[in-house]
């Protein structure tokens, strides 16, 4: 991804930044909307991997949806150009304002979390005299094998409403004169690099949209959520994941009827591998079993690794210019004082010093949107190659 070029552009820029690869991310885009296109499916982006101006523009100037989950990210969708019909707000605990908003603005749907939420959203929507769309996100207990914190269709998990429940949901929802229930909610995980999960998801959604039939409701918007992973590991040998096998799953296993839609919401696939973190290497210190690459960024600008014990392949770019080759190990950390504040640990580096230009790869989501100003740190910038 890093050419000759581009490195030497990059070396101009302060650091820590992100940088995104806005062609990657064009094509990346278009592959997503051909491979959908195929079954007529239709895609949200999941605006909690990545919020950035420049990057949203280029999504909704294709044609997604956007998959929200608060208030303020409904509204940067709606103000940066999405269309409100195509805006779908999730999440466990959303509070009067953000669904007061979301009603004001039409928006498609809400993905409902819990029988109490049902109630709330439907007194709101009496006062405002109108009526919600909603779906319900259904947790069904389909494991992801992915790591415990971005698992999230299992009964421990918080999300979502159990089939013990569906009774009790469907002859409140009967009873609530402001709701209208249009849609099946699901999601899984994240980062799952294997198509089995979405199978064993799609068998469960057959049973569940039979049931709702069953009792008298003919759905008309299957949403099953993202998930699908990233190779972390390679970036460039995969930097755009194969849509069409995964959507072909969908359209394998998944029953529809004639009319129902099928929905999506894709984040990490979309925006991860069009995004790396640019930091220079402060300081070097050679211990006896470790030696230590100390870079000026650090868990502010990408706290994954800290979070979830992510990998993200790490690259000494100004090595590479001189074609350097790999043969010393360093534990690649930053300035933030904490000792989780380490990007990765025995990384293979070539001889690194001070002042080399370190990319970060496969930033592109949940990178930047959840960076902070822990330490009091500088807020984090941004780059772009067009
Ligand atoms: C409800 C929901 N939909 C979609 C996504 C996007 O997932 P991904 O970025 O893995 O595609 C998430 C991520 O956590 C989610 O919670």
């Known amino acids: 991804m890093f050419s000759e070029n581009t490195i030497k552009q990059l070396v101009n820029y302060k650091t820590p930044f992100y940088y995104y690869d806005l062609q990657l991310l064009h094509n990346t885009l278009d ?10 499916y239709h895609v949200h982006y999941a605006f909690k991997a990545n919020t950035n101006k420049k990057i949203i523009e280029l999504i909704c100037n294709k044609g997604l949806g956007a998959d929200c989950v608060s208030g303020n990210e409904v509204k940067h969708a709606i103000e940066n150009g999405f269309v409100s019909q195509k805006i779908v707000f999730a999440g466990v605990g959303k509070n009067d304002d953000e669904i007061n908003y979301a009603l004001s ?72 004169s402001n709701i209208q229930l249009i849609g099946l909610h699901f999601h899984i995980g994240s980062q799952i690099t294997d ?22 409701f003919d759905i008309a918007v299957i949403n099953v959520g993202g998930g699908i992973g990233i190779n972390y590991k390679e970036p460039d040998k995969e930097s755009i994941i194969d849509f069409s096998a995964y959507f072909k799953v969908f359209n394998d296993f998944i029953e529809l009827r004639p009319h129902q839609e099928l929905h999506f919401e894709l984040g990490r696939s979309i925006v991860a591998q069009c995004g790396s973190l640019i930091s220079k290497v402060l300081y070097i210190k050679n211990g006896i079993n470790t030696n230590f ?7 502010t600008e990408l706290i994954r690794p800290a979070l979830y014990q992510a990998f993200h392949k790490i690259e000494n770019l100004t090595a590479k210019l001189h074609h350097l080759p790999l043969n010393k190990k360093y534990d690649v950390v930053g300035p933030i004082c904490e000792s989780s504040d380490c990007f990765g640990k025995a990384v293979e580096l070539p001889e690194t010093k001070r002042g080399d230009l370190i990319a970060i790869r496969s930033a592109g989501a949940y990178g930047e949107v959840m960076s902070s100003r822990y330490n009091l740190r500088d807020e984090t910038k941004s780059y772009y190659s067009e």
């Open 293 to 299: 690459a100390i870079l000026d960024a650090g868990m």
């Open 105 to 176: 603005q039409n928006i498609f749907c809400f993905n409902c979390e819990s029988i109490h939420e049902l109630q709330i959203i439907n007194e709101l929507a009496i006062k405002q005299n109108k009526v919600a769309s909603i779906a319900l996100r259904i947790n069904p207990n389909v494991d992801a094998h992915t790591h415990q914190y971005i698992t999230t269709g299992l009964e421990e998990n918080k999300f979502g409403i159990n089939p013990y429940e569906f009774d009790t949901v469907i002859n409140l929802i009967k009873q609530l």
């Open 195 to 216: 198509l089995v999960p979405f199978k064993n998801l799609c068998l469960k959604v057959n049973q569940i949209n039979h049931y709702f039939l069953n009792k008298g």
């Open 31 to 40: 592959e997503v909307v051909k491979q959908s296109q195929k079954y007529n």
